[in-house]
């Protein structure tokens, strides 16, 4: 049993080193608004993990496989998402264009809406369900009740998720005075809002 543990904490941290939609959205929070925004970011992440996770360990996720309709439902949604926030991104570059005279700081981001987007962004990639699903059981030591099992994996992959995510997030907060300059902030906002529009685009026009 406890091979089974470390070889899927193994496998989750192989895992979340592959950037994708999240790492997008959390390294952006944390580069605008600062570490703690992107931490808050993080844990609404997390969660989301959890929910993909748990609602594997209970079958939830099935339906995903099972209902090509389900899939690309949450499939749009989920790009819906990234668009409209890349957009907004490359909004307010071009706003901050507007007025370089005198550039406004980034606006503190509750912790709510940062913790919302770091949920969404997870909780609306179906990817994140299917994979859940084919991932989690493949660790479940033979003979071992299966369900205990899948909740107990759930936990650790959000743990290993975060763990993975904190020191990006440190790192993040480290350069954030660089991004600070007028320049190079709006230079962010136009890639992170250009690579956010076409991850959205790239889940839009996708297939399972």
Request: charged share 10%.
């Amino acid at each position: 049993m406890l091979t089974s543990v470390l070889a899927f904490v193994g496998a989750a941290f192989l895992i979340a080193m592959v950037p994708g939609p999240s790492t997008a959205v959390i390294l952006r929070r944390a580069v605008v608004t600062g570490r703690r925004s992107g931490l808050v970011t993080v844990l609404g992440n997390e969660t989301g993990i959890l929910v993909w996770g748990l609602a594997a360990a209970f079958g939830l996720s099935a339906l995903l496989l099972a209902s090509r309709i389900a899939y690309d439902g949450l499939r749009i949604v989920g790009a819906g998402v990234l668009i409209w926030m890349g957009a907004r991104a490359l909004w307010q570059a071009r706003r901050g264009t507007a007025s370089d005279a005198q550039p406004a700081a980034p606006a503190a981001v509750p912790h709510r809406r940062a913790y919302w987007q770091g949920l969404v962004t997870n909780v609306a990639n179906p990817k994140a369900g299917v994979f859940a699903i084919s991932f989690l059981p493949q660790f479940v030591p033979h003979g071992a009740p299966v369900l205990p099992w899948l909740v107990v994996f759930s936990v650790l992959w959000a743990a290993v998720d975060l763990l993975w995510y904190l020191p990006l997030v440190w790192l993040a907060g480290r350069v954030r005075g660089v991004f600070q300059r007028v320049g190079v902030r709006r230079r962010l906002e136009q890639v992170s809002g250009a690579v956010l529009v076409a991850l959205g685009v790239r889940l839009a026009v996708e297939s399972a």
